[in-house]
C-alpha cells in the first residue's frame, strides 16, 4: 500500500556535496516519521538520520554530524539527506524508511523496525 522511492544517488567527489529523496505514495495522507540508513555490502546497516513528524526532532549518527542534514517536506510527502563534506567513507547504498507517527514529536530511535522501506540509492564518493 505504501510505496517509498529514493532518488538522487551518484558519483560524487569527496568534499561535494549531494541531496537524497525518498518520496512516498500509496496513500492520500500520510503522518510519517521518518529515518535514513546505509548500508555496504558484508556489514550491517548504519542509522544515519531520523526526522519526527513535525520536524521538531532531528538525529544524526555521530559519523555526519555538521555535515548531512535531514529535512522534509509536507505538501510532497518527502525526506531529503542533504550530505555536504562527503567522505570517501560516505560509500554506501542509502535507504529511506517511515512508519505512522506516534505523536508528532515522536522520534524513531536509531534500531526502530520501520515497518516501511525504499529500494535504495547507491552514493559512490570518490577519493
Known amino acids: 500500500q505504501v510505496q517509498l522511492v529514493e532518488s538522487g544517488g551518484g558519483l560524487v567527489q569527496a568534499g561535494g556535496s549531494l541531496r537524497l529523496s525518498c518520496a512516498a505514495s500509496?496513500?492520500?495522507?500520510?503522518?510519517?516519521?521518518w529515518g535514513w540508513f546505509r548500508q555496504v555490502p558484508g556489514k550491517e546497516r548504519e542509522f544515519v538520520s531520523a526526522i519526527s513528524w513535525d520536524g521538531t526532532n532531528t538525529a544524526y549518527a555521530d559519523s555526519v554530524k555538521g555535515r548531512f542534514t535531514i529535512s522534509r517536506a509536507d505538501a510532497k510527502n518527502t525526506v531529503y539527506l542533504q550530505m555536504s563534506s562527503t567522505k570517501p567513507e560516505d560509500t554506501a547504498v542509502y535507504y529511506c524508511a517511515a512508519d505512522q507517527t506516534r505523536a508528532p514529536t515522536w522520534i524513531p530511535s536509531s534500531d526502530y523496525d520501520y515497518d516501511y522501506w525504499g529500494q535504495g540509492t547507491q552514493v559512490t564518493v570518490s577519493s
Open positions: 500509496g496513500r492520500a495522507f500520510f503522518s510519517f516519521a
